[in-house]
């Protein structure tokens, strides 16, 4: 069971870390290669354009899947900041249901539409890729969404019904970047200011 939570692991974060990644990685090196052969070597590089587009599909796609499964994405929180845990997460769990039935409905004519495009063999104009290839990722993406929304309306139902895991859990995930860092340094440093002399600037036995 251990090896195929790892297995699984590994393939997710392939799925939404390493290939966004590659993907950005590639972004920006071809980028740079477009605007030194355009502007230095006036030689624009038709291709390049058309590699980027892909490349940016797959990371903002993808990436997306990431920035999901770490409650990552922008949110306004104005008016949730002020509601109680319960609140919270009925609010929450709004939105996720909002996403998981959009998700759902978008799956099979998405599905239905990228593998249309590998039966009348579209190809990209100038690296002849398939284009099946190319917008697969939104496929992959509305999937891992919807699935994530899933597991988090999960949760909310969970501390809803007072569950003190599930509660204490989304305290913690409900806390500002601030909170953390300043919480994560309380823990690592261990201060005693009772052994300090301020020196003569405070008064201290550093004046007499």
């Not at 990209?124 to 994530?148: A, D, E, Q, R, S």
């Not at 899933?150 to 569950?163: A, D, K, Q, S």
Request: glycine residues 6%; charged residues 20%.
């Amino acid at each position: 069971m251990e090896t195929v939570k790892k297995i699984f692991g590994f393939i997710r974060d392939c799925v939404e870390k390493y290939i966004p990644s590659i993907a950005l990685a590639a972004l920006f090196v071809i980028f740079c290669y477009q605007v030194f052969m355009r502007y230095v070597m006036r030689m624009p590089q038709a291709w390049a354009s058309e590699v980027e587009q892909s490349c940016f599909l797959w990371l903002v796609l993808l990436g997306a899947c990431y920035a999901q499964r770490m409650k990552a994405h922008v949110t306004f929180t104005l008016l949730y900041d002020k509601l109680g845990v319960k609140g919270k997460a009925i609010t929450a769990m709004l939105g996720d249901i909002i996403i998981a039935f959009t998700a759902f409905c978008n799956i099979l004519p998405s599905l239905s539409y990228v593998m249309g495009l590998a039966a009348r063999q579209q190809v990209t104009t100038i690296l002849k890729w398939p284009k099946t290839v190319v917008y697969f990722p939104y496929v992959v993406m509305i999937t891992i969404l919807m699935v994530y929304a899933l597991m988090e309306i999960y949760e909310y139902i969970m501390v809803i019904c007072g569950n003190e895991y599930y509660i204490n859990k989304m305290k913690e995930e409900d806390k500002s970047e601030a909170e953390q860092v300043i919480e994560e340094s309380l823990a690592q440093e261990n201060i005693d200011l009772t052994n300090i002399d301020f020196g003569s600037e405070y008064g201290g036995k550093g004046d007499k």
